[in-house]
């Protein structure tokens, strides 16, 4: 143990998340996306260097928030659609697994129409299929849910825009700066290079990895086809940063 | 190893995931002794000044401490004012780097249409001794938007901050935003 009253309480700090890497993440002011004209902060971000704020976070349990795993019936009656099995892990940036956390999953039906009122969207609606479901991941990772594959739908921003079909995905991980919202699609759909809100992430290796790829293994005879998502969140740095250091 | 998984917008639909009472931080259980139970508010408004009525709001503190009966998290959606509102319990002092010690704050996340990534700042209480010597107060020199930081008492318990996507000059500055 060292003598010096400053290593120790460097060596109580605790370790922060890493920075994002350079391109691999969307910016807030993305002229294509009509949105973010008025929604983007104009002047730049205060540097806050991490605390136990910010490295811990919400544990949510299954006794507080029960899983949801399979939202392609309600009550027994199946939804509309084309069923489909969608699993991956959930990891950090070293590959290790994010065990027993929470995922949080909504969708628009096969129709492309979400049960929200805001959604006007001239398509059915689906009285079996809200389109909200909640999965955690186990031990090493791994979390699967049974839906129905979301249909396309129009949306305002330029002219004839539609957004390709997708699964929002929403995940806390271990950390407050872990937290994650982000959309899943779906391989070979002509819609993704016309779709502003896809392509704002300047690196074609990180936007291709929002697309999910079309899985054997996961595909489930007589029953549904299989995709595999995978998700990555940040990892933990190996020095703490700095007070004050730009990144 | 790959990155980190690109972030998308929440969208205008999010409020499929909204749970009635999920904005009362103190749901789960007894309001511990020595605490004490407070409501936060605030209106968020976009660069035109209008009410962000789609926006979700949620809110982490480490203070007071994790247990079964107090998560720490809540989430509340804006409503047509772009008001949010949550109960929860008025945090105390918690350890910054070194040898600091920060002024007590809550955490908070914007997410909405039109944002690309989450938003995130703070809520602290104005008239706390522990904000003169708060570290993350101390390295944001402009007093205006230093202020967008504090939240004003606005009645018994109720503390108000208000949150501005875009904006300049006296009480309309830009809300102060953290790169963590």
Known sequence: MSRSGRLDDAARDPIPFRPFSPGTQPPYDAPAYLSTRARHPARPLVTAPHTVTETTGPRFTPSRFPALADISATDGRAAQGERIIVSGRVLDEEGRPVPHTMLEIWQANAAGRYAHLVDQHNAPLDPNFRGVGRVFSDEQGNWRIVTIKPGAYPWRNHANAWRPNHIHFSLFGQGFAQRLVTQMYFPGDPLLPLDPIFNCIPHAAARDRLISSFDLETTQPEYALGYRFDIVLRGRGATPFEDGEHR | ?180
């Open chain 2, 1 to 180: 190893m790959p990155t980190a998984t690109a972030s998308q917008t929440i969208g205008p639909y999010w409020h499929l995931l909204e749970e009635k009472g999920w904005d009362d931080l103190t749901r789960f259980g007894p309001v511990p002794e020595g605490a004490a139970r407070i409501t936060l508010t605030g209106v968020v408004t976009d660069g035109d000044g209008a009410p962000v009525a789609d926006g979700c709001v949620e809110v982490w503190q480490a203070d007071p401490p994790a247990s079964d009966d107090f998560l720490g998290w809540g989430r509340a959606a804006t409503d047509a004012q772009g008001r949010y509102r949550f109960t929860t319990l008025k945090p105390g002092p918690v350890p910054g780097r070194g040898n600091a010690r920060q002024a007590p704050h809550i955490a908070i996340t914007l997410l909405a249409r039109g944002l690309l990534k989450p938003l995130v700042t703070r809520a602290y209480f104005a008239g706390e001794a522990l904000n003169d010597t708060d570290p993350l107060l101390a390295a944001i020199e402009d007093p205006a938007r230093r202020d967008t930081l504090l939240a004003r008492e606005a009645g018994d318990g109720v503390w108000q901050l208000d949150i501005r996507l875009q904006g300049e000059g006296e009480g309309r500055a830009e809300t102060v935003f953290l790169d963590v």
